[in-house]
Antibody, heavy 115, light 111 residues
């Protein structure tokens, strides 16, 4: 059974950093591309980043380019999102999602950027 | 302003048919990139409903169907049920942005 569990969310001040993790189980993690998608409170879905199955390719939304870094450790079945220089606009529920199109999603990790 | 445009809301009585449109451009849908549809029930994570315009993953009822026309895609729900009340999002790839994009979402209300 496929499981994706995000962790690492919390409350952080503007300008600070946070790293999200997404622990995968129930499937061969190393063979799937993975996305991060976020949803601000009461708003729609916003794609954040994607990484290829072998971590050789990645793409970012313009809104996070240069501040966020997506990575993965296939030996640990874990996806990461390093978020630097956070702003209030980054406040959102962050989902990790498997594959393209995304056939399985985690339940999300809440990131609140507030002074 | 989303790259993919969806109407904010649509409603219908139980048993009726409703359609949700997703309008793109020549850099996404018009360029041949596939459109996928997700259903997000209140308080839950999105669920893949339709992929590559018309395909249903295993377990998705055939009441849900997708189509494409030019630079637009549509999701139809026939035999509307109370459990279909949710937000629906379209998604595609955009070559100008070099990234994936979502529509703004459509809230379906069952009257």
């Amino acid at each position: 059974q496929v499981h994706l569990v995000e962790s690492g969310g919390g409350v952080v001040q503007p300008g600070r950093s946070l790293r999200l993790s997404c622990a995968a189980s129930g499937f061969n993690f190393s063979t799937y591309p993975m996305h991060w998608v976020r949803q601000a409170p009461g708003k729609g879905l916003e794609w954040v980043a994607i990484i290829s199955y072998d971590a050789t390719n990645y793409h970012y939304a313009d809104s996070v380019k240069g501040r966020f870094t997506i990575s993965r450790d296939n030996s640990k079945n874990t996806l990461y999102l390093q978020m630097n220089s956070l702003t209030i606009e980054d406040t959102a529920l962050y989902y990790c999602a498997r594959n393209d199109p995304s056939d399985f999603w985690g339940q999300g990790a809440l990131v609140t950027v507030s002074s | 302003q989303s790259v993919l445009t969806q109407s904010p809301s649509v409603s219908g009585a139980p048993g009726q048919r409703v359609t949700i449109s997703c309008t793109g451009s020549s850099s996404n849908i018009g360029a041949g990139y596939g459109v996928h549809w997700y259903q997000q029930l209140p308080g839950t994570a999105p669920k893949l409903l339709i992929y590559s315009f018309t395909n249903r993953p295993s377990g998705v009822p055939d009441r849900f169907s997708g189509s494409k026309s030019g630079t637009s895609a549509s999701l139809a729900i026939t035999g509307l049920q109370a459990e279909d009340e949710a937000d629906y999002y379209c998604q595609s790839y955009d070559s100008s942005l070099n990234g994936w994009v979502f529509g703004g979402g459509t809230k379906v209300t069952v009257l």
